[in-house]
């Protein structure tokens, strides 16, 4: 037990009882007996393993001195105690427990105080008062704790009042620093809007106006009143409610529902009748009121994805997703509210102060450890892959009706709950294993995104969204492992049962032709099958024009929507630096290029880096980064003329020569050149990065795709020795880190498959146990 928990405890004596250590309680019982005992002479007696509760003992023994009036200290711990100064951590958390206990005691308590005593530890100590006082501390001296007396303590508008331009109508919620209401507009016709009211002067509408999507809830104004204090946030009315207020509605049935109607009809008791007209985008897709439950949490679900790609393209982390932050509008569109803990990662990277905050059930793993005083977490781990977790963790609880782990205890000290939902670090819930209506698929999803591990999660929401799209479509998943045959043939049939109700007819006709056995009518009977299979031809002749069509309007929409995002993007970066030098101008159009080519949009990033180019920035990683996206986008022949550039402008570009490589050694449209791709890599290896960079596994592994790529097609003993080079450089590759998993996966995202002649060498195999893994 951390020391700190004990030194929080006004009741000591229970809590030790309570924690069932009989160390802790021998020695509690000792100080009882006889106020003059102390730590050495207890353990005198007692087994040598009872040292490790060491910093508990001295807590108790702190508690039982500063309580009788006997001043102590952590240094004169410290002093008889000295292997406890080994241990940072240990010595931190000691630190925090005497703070704790003069705290509890009354006694006069001051951080300043701290920070003289333990210069070493200040900015430690720093973070660690100022968790403190959101975990329901109520030292004054803490200037950057929170104010905890909630609403009481705020000269709050309420419902019916008129405050600046507005005329309060309804509360529609309330926090610990705000309310929300229902207000007309006064100036503006007396227009139905949402306004959000609050004590602190916070940066969501700075936020929020980077963000333009039909999921995310739009700011239209921002209100100042300079005599109360207060902040206005004024957004649109869309007639929406949040999402845990329609799952309330249905919550305590004993059985999950089977029918997406069940939204609708919570949105029809929910939403007033002059709100159920009004929409929050006309162009979003129609909620599927007519499939199953689970079909229609998931279109949420990936709906939702779409909006956390959105925001974290442009750098914005929510950081508090939970069923309350998400609103339906009447017709059923889902939409993300209160970016109030929301910050750029771009530009707030160790920004501490402005981490804290969230909602216990829904945090992962790293949040919780940032936030856990004695843990060793930092608020820098929080990244896309935390709102993913918090995302999944909210569609869990809709699919199951339960939390993933459950409902913590409302608790005044918060310290012991948090340690308890750092066990989820532990394990993964299954949903399907609480709703047996749960694909395998879908529930591999929602695993993947609970993982503990954050790099085992989904790389990033446009990747998620990308897989709920194709369960949406009964296709199987992309960044799922292998799925069962009989899904997959389930999927097929799902996909195509027109087809296979065609395909059964004509084969019905057949059988019962030949039941029938009448050689009269066997000749009939085979016209009309000729007939059946010509229809049958046509209809799928005519399905694959559809779908070629619809593949077609899908490439020309993809490509329009992206030529439309990148102006508005570049509209919208161009005023913020209009008026900077044409050299800065040019960096920040080159870094909005690399957020797009970050995040797979690469015609975007071409744009963008097009523009930069045209600014000034001519360095050769433009045209590298520029030849990349022309790879991914299978254009090799733009892709090796991008190249050539940037070598031109730097010569000793390592990384170019090992791009250019590979597409000279897997392009099939005219430009393969394995003699020069070979040229190339051997210039690539000239520069290599060392091999402590973090990119020098996944640099000699392309070097190995590329030998292996060029060992198609030459004589038997040229082929050999390629692939014997390969081999080196895979190998050194998995020594450099590369785990067998990822290269496998490398492999599989290979449109080539240049590693397969690897992969099949029997060295290979060995070393990195692939027969093992299947």
């Excluded at 403190?132 to 104010?147: E, I, K, R, Y």
């Excluded at 529902?257 to 007209?277: C, I, Q, Y």
């Excluded at 509209?571 to 913020?576: I, N, V, Y």
């Excluded at 060995?766 to 893994?773: F, P, V």
Aim: aromatic share 8%; with cysteine.
């Amino acid at each position: 037990m951390l020391a700190s928990e004990l030194a929080r405890s006004i009741e000591l004596d229970e809590l030790v009882r309570a924690e069932g250590n009989p160390c802790l309680v021998a020695f509690s019982e000792s100080l009882a007996r006889d106020p003059r005992s102390t730590i050495e002479g207890f353990l005198y007696e007692r087994p040598l393993d009872d040292r490790s509760n060491l910093p508990a003992l001295i807590a108790i023994e702190l508690q039982h001195k500063l309580s009788r009036g006997i001043p102590d200290s952590v240094e004169s711990y410290l002093r008889r105690f000295p292997e406890l100064s080994a241990d940072r951590g240990q010595v931190l958390d000691l630190i925090y427990a005497e703070y704790c206990e003069r705290r509890q005691l009354q006694l006069p308590v001051e951080s300043e105080d701290y920070y003289r005593r333990f210069p070493e530890f200040q900015d430690s100590l720093e973070r660690l008062f100022r968790i403190d006082s959101l975990l329901g501390g109520d030292d004054a001296d803490l200037h950057a704790g929170l104010n905890r007396a909630g609403l009481a303590t705020l000269n709050l508008p309420t419902q019916g009042d008129r405050f600046l331009d507005f005329h309060l109508i309804a509360e529609l919620g309330e926090g610990t620093f705000g309310r929300v209401f229902l207000a007309e507009q006064m100036t503006l016709s007396d227009r139905l809007v949402v306004v959000k009211i609050t004590s602190q002067r916070t940066i969501e509408h700075q936020t929020l106006a980077r963000l333009r999507h039909p999921n995310i809830v739009p700011v239209l104004s921002v209100h100042q009143d300079d005599l109360t204090g207060l902040q206005a946030v004024c957004m649109p009315h869309q007639g929406a409610v949040a999402l845990s207020a329609v799952r309330s509605l249905w919550k305590d049935r004993p059985e999950l529902p089977l029918k997406a109607d069940v939204f609708l009809e919570s949105l029809e008791r929910l939403t007033p009748p002059d709100s159920r007209k009004l929409e929050s985008d006309s162009n979003s897709p129609p909620f599927p009121g007519r499939d199953n439950f689970v079909y229609a949490c998931c279109w949420l679900f990936h709906r939702l994805a779409l909006a956390l790609a959105h925001a974290h393209a442009r750098g914005i982390l929510h950081r508090d997703i939970k069923p309350s932050n998400i609103l339906l509008s009447a017709s059923g569109q889902p939409l993300l509210v209160d970016f109030n803990l929301a910050f750029n990662q771009f530009e707030s990277k160790g920004n501490h102060a402005a981490f804290f905050g969230g909602t216990l059930p829904y945090m992962p793993p790293e949040q919780l450890e940032a936030l856990h005083p004695a843990e060793r977490g930092s608020p820098d781990q929080v990244d896309p892959r935390s709102d993913i977790y918090g995302l999944a963790a909210t569609f869990f609880e809709l699919l199951t009706g339960q939390l993933p782990f459950g409902e913590p205890p409302k608790v005044r000290d918060l310290l012991p709950v948090l340690r308890d939902q750092l066990d989820r670090r532990q394990s993964v819930p299954s949903a399907r294993a609480l709703n047996p209506r749960v694909p395998r698929d879908l529930n591999a999803l929602i695993t993947k995104c609970l993982n503990p591990q954050s790099d085992h999660r989904y790389e990033t929401a446009a990747e998620l969204a990308h897989d709920l799209q194709r369960f949406l479509e009964n296709r199987s998943l992309h960044h799922i492992g292998k799925v069962p045959r009989r899904e997959v043939a389930l999927k097929f049939a799902q996909r195509n049962w027109p087809r296979l109700i065609a395909g059964a007819v004509g084969l019905s006709i057949v059988f019962v032709m030949l039941a029938l056995g009448y050689k009269a009518r066997i000749a009939n009977f085979e016209a009309q099958i000729a007939n059946d299979k010509a229809t049958i031809a046509a209809i799928e002749a005519k399905s694959a024009k559809i779908e070629a069509e619809n593949a077609n309007t899908n490439l020309v929409l993809e490509q329009t929507n992206a030529l439309n995002r990148f102006k508005r993007d570049f509209e919208a970066l161009w005023l913020t630096i209009k008026d900077l030098p044409r050299e800065k101008q040019a960096n920040e159009v080159f870094l909005m290029g690399w957020r797009y080519k970050d995040s797979s949009l690469f015609r975007p990033a071409l744009l963008a880096f097009s523009k930069a180019i045209e600014l000034g920035y001519n360095e050769a990683q433009v045209f590298k980064f520029r030849g990349d996206c022309h790879a991914f986008l299978d254009e090799d022949g733009a892709a090796i003329a991008e190249f050539d550039h940037a070598i031109q402008l730097k010569p000793d570009y390592g990384h170019c020569y090992k791009s250019r490589a590979i597409a000279l050694a897997s392009s099939e449209k005219g430009f393969r050149n394995p003699d020069k791709a070979i040229k190339d890599i051997e210039l690539a290896l000239k520069y290599p990065p060392p091999d402590e960079d973090p990119v020098a596994s996944s640099y000699y592994l392309d070097v190995a795709r590329v030998y292996a790529a060029a060992s198609r097609g030459p004589t038997e003993s040229r082929a050999a020795e390629l692939l014997e080079l390969g081999e080196k450089y895979l190998l050194r590759a998995a020594d450099l880190g590369h785990k067998p998993q990822s290269i496998l996966i490398v492999n599989e995202g290979d449109r080539f498959r240049m590693l397969g002649p690897l992969l099949a060498r029997t060295k290979v195999r060995e070393r990195l146990q692939l027969d093992k893994k299947k």
